[in-house]
């Protein structure tokens, strides 16, 4: 008995001192930055290599022309790029909504902080989608009440700003009142409820374009806007947009 | 009864002279270093920025991130290697392979461990879920209640390894998705409230698994100055107890060193987070001993 006391004790003690070490006493932290003094690993460059050869060949062939180049600043309340871009919308998103919907969209609304990048004159690629569309934002179909029309109206007079427009023309006096306005080149019927394609940033309260927020409801069309610039490219030879008379302001 | 005690006591005792007989070395050895190397918001950046780029010219890029982490594992094989999310979107990397690659380099890195981000909902929770099997890592996250989605057990609240000898506790926590990620893309995916989870979490790791060191690993953003009741990392780390690290996401913050803060009992606590775009990488050593090491203001922090 005496002799197994003394195993234990014997034991106890050895435990203690064996006691795994488990007490931080140091901590040292840096952030370290990777840059170009730092040798590639030869086996990651390999594997990536074809996911990237075959990127840039479908981002870089040639799907058609852009006769100049075009930035959304050329042009106080509509440019160019911001026309062809809303027409494409329309043009694209519309025949998806007919056959979902069974009606046509009345006219597009986009919002000019929404074009990233210019076209540049010459060859148009999928790539220039991804410039001018590097989000995911998708094509949303709002049913807006004739008095967030109005209200929709009463927005772009007072931003003053070339937000892209489609099937809707509007005319300010040179105090910036709304003077002329017209959906589809009819007058606009306030007492009627409209289609308006525009995209998940702004319906979700993007821009401050909270007259979204009288929709009687929301369609989503699960189509990106960037793959409606690639589908138009696609199947266009020559891109050659202008300014035009959609969105004025009387001088003088 | 006190006597079958103490047989089982004493046999248990003869064990442990047995070993240390054998392993008398390895008591007496130098102090254990577990590295813990994490990034954060890489959004698909596989390819370094090219020299024309404004703002991070010929940084980053996978393949040389692979080289670093390397030469640190070579020089320390203890290391963790982690990610606080938001691995996806951000080059076309993304937009034609959903993911898939981004997950097979970090199988490739050796990663151990990652949380979800916002953005790798973007394809939706079907997105996520169809690109797991190319990631041979675990995904934490303890405030993301996936039960009613098709991500359900696919993500663990916490995941526990053990680094030459060294109990190390990870868990995950998620950033709020509502008004943040389309409801079509994160579903019947719950957000539980992250303070609370964190306590839970701190607790569970800390007392019942009786983990050396816990990490939590986050996506809920380093610190938001106007806005104090959102949940970050620096507001969460001076609110709770047992946590040794934050490794953070979200905000895309480039902190030049890990920060520094005091724990609802006046512990230091470190929170980092290294940036976005793989431009960088967190790497924080935490040295073991018994306590007598300790300097009398406790543990050194070198930073």
Do not use: W
Request: glycine fraction near 8%; charged fraction near 25%; charge should be negative.
């Amino acid at each position: 008995m005496k002799f197994r006391n003394l195993f234990f004790v014997l034991g106890l003690l050895l435990s203690f001192s064996c006691k795994t070490p488990t007490d931080v006493y140091k901590i040292e932290g840096r952030n370290v930055n990777i840059t170009d003094s730092l040798q590639a690993d030869a086996a990651i460059e390999r594997f990536v290599k074809p996911y990237r050869e075959r990127i840039n060949k479908d981002l870089d062939s040639v799907l058609g022309y852009a006769v100049d180049t075009y930035s959304k600043s050329d042009g106080h309340l509509n440019t160019a790029i911001g026309n062809l871009m809303a027409d494409i919308v329309y043009e694209e998103s519309d025949p998806v909504f007919f056959k979902r919907i069974g009606e046509h969209i009345d006219f597009v609304l986009l919002n000019h902080g929404g074009i990233r990048s210019i076209i540049s004159k010459g060859p148009i690629s999928k790539r220039t989608a991804y410039e001018i569309m590097p989000f995911e934002n998708s094509i949303v179909v709002a049913k807006l009440p004739g008095a967030q029309v109005q209200e929709l109206l009463e927005y772009l007079s007072r931003a003053k700003r070339a937000h892209p427009i489609s099937k809707l023309k509007i005319l300010l006096d040179k105090d910036g009142k709304v003077i002329e306005s017209a959906i589809n080149d009819q007058p606009i019927d306030f007492t009627k409820t409209y289609n308006i394609a525009t995209n998940d940033y702004l319906i979700n309260g993007g821009d401050g374009m909270d007259f979204f927020k009288g929709s009687e409801a929301v369609i989503i069309l699960d189509y990106k806007i960037r793959n409606a610039l690639t589908d138009y490219f696609m199947k266009t030879d020559t891109i050659n947009p202008v300014a035009d008379d959609r969105f004025l302001q009387l001088q003088d | 009864m006190k006597r079958r005690e103490f047989i089982q006591q004493t046999t248990a005792a003869s064990a442990v002279i047995g070993l240390g007989g054998l392993g008398l070395q390895s008591f007496s050895s130098a102090p254990k270093k577990i590295t813990i190397l994490h990034t954060n918001d890489v959004h698909s950046h596989i390819d370094a920025f090219g020299p024309e780029n404004g703002r991070n010219p010929n940084q980053g890029g996978v393949a040389r991130r692979a080289t670093l982490i390397e030469s640190i594992r070579a020089e320390n094989p203890h290391t963790l290697l982690l990610d606080a999310g938001d691995i996806f979107q951000g080059t076309p990397y993304f937009n034609y392979y959903g993911g898939e690659l981004e997950f097979k380099l970090m199988s490739m890195l050796k990663y151990d461990a990652a949380t979800i981000g916002n953005h790798d909902f973007d394809n939706g929770l079907e997105g996520l879920y169809a690109q797991l099997p190319h990631a041979k890592f675990d995904f934490v996250s303890a405030n993301y209640d996936f039960s009613n989605t098709i991500m359900d057990t696919h993500a663990k609240p916490y995941k526990i390894f053990v680094k030459n000898g060294i109990k190390i506790g990870v868990f995950g926590l998620g950033i709020e998705l509502a008004g943040l990620v389309d409801k079509q893309m994160y579903k019947e995916t719950v957000y539980l409230d992250p303070v609370e989870i964190a306590q839970d979490m701190a607790r569970t790791l800390k007392e019942n698994e009786k983990c050396d060191l816990v990490i939590c690993l986050s996506h809920l953003g380093y610190n938001y100055k106007n806005n104090d009741q959102k949940p970050s990392d620096l507001s969460l780390a001076k609110r709770t107890k047992d946590i040794d690290l934050f490794v953070g996401g979200h905000t895309h913050t480039f902190l030049p060193k890990p920060t520094i803060v005091k724990n609802s009992v006046d512990k230091n606590v470190l929170v980092n987070q290294v940036g976005c775009f793989g431009i960088n990488l967190g790497k924080i050593d935490f040295y073991f001993d018994d306590a007598k090491n300790k300097s009398a203001e406790g543990v050194s922090i070198l930073v």
